[in-house]
């Protein structure tokens, strides 16, 4: 698949990606994968933030609600998905502006030193996806600003899990401690929020089996440790000044 196959691809999907999120496990899932995310925002006021990969906006909202960020910043490769958003959040007074762009091949439009980049379940449709994280994202963070993203573990169960609509890429915790090291990045955490296959939760809706399903998850986690075996991992990582 090419890139502007990927983009067509995520512009026809556009704001209809929320959907992703409605059953009752993607509903917990997507409350884990936020909290990750605003749990590494730094607690000093006037943040200024950029989420690459807005989607339908599930991890913009919950950046636009903190109470110590100023300035939000998003961008998406699908124009649909950045209308989408301009919609949603049209007049809100700390968004400063959505763009469309390919961070693959394009710069990125958004101010230098920004205190906090999120690229969350984006980075793995892109071949260079570390390179996007390195020479794209990175050199807009202020030193000391944070940096989150997340990629697919090899380590998992992920090649029995869902079928993915477009190609994607994986890596392993390894991996990417020794590029964080490489890249002058210091990791804060790594995380995972499920390690059964997406196909025990897929049209998943009722409350009493999403729970076992939980239960069986949060055991994992203590015998394993969080990230281990995880299908996604969530990576938190500071910039060493």
Known sequence: ???????DHWDRVGARYQ???ATPRQRVLAAQELAFVVGHLPDTPG??????GIGSGRVLEALLAQPNVDAVYGLDVAPAMVRACKEKFDGHTKLKDLFVC?????PLPVPDRLSF????????????????????????????????FSMPNSNSVKRVSRAYDVPYFKTTEKELRRRLAAARLEPLEFAGFTKLPDMLYRNLTGPRLTSSLLALERGADRVVGPAALAL?????????R
């Open 1 to 7: 698949m090419t890139d502007g196959q990927n983009r």
């Open 19 to 21: 959907e992703n999120w």
């Open 47 to 52: 943040q200024t933030v950029l989420d690459v």
């Open 102 to 106: 390919d961070v693959a091949h394009e």
């Open 117 to 148: 980049v999120s690229a969350i379940r984006m980075l793995k449709y892109n071949a260079n996806w570390w390179e996007i994280v390195e020479d794209r994202l990175l050199p807009h963070v202020a030193p000391g600003g944070v940096l989150v």
């Open 232 to 240: 996604e991992l969530f990576v938190a990582a500071r910039r060493v």
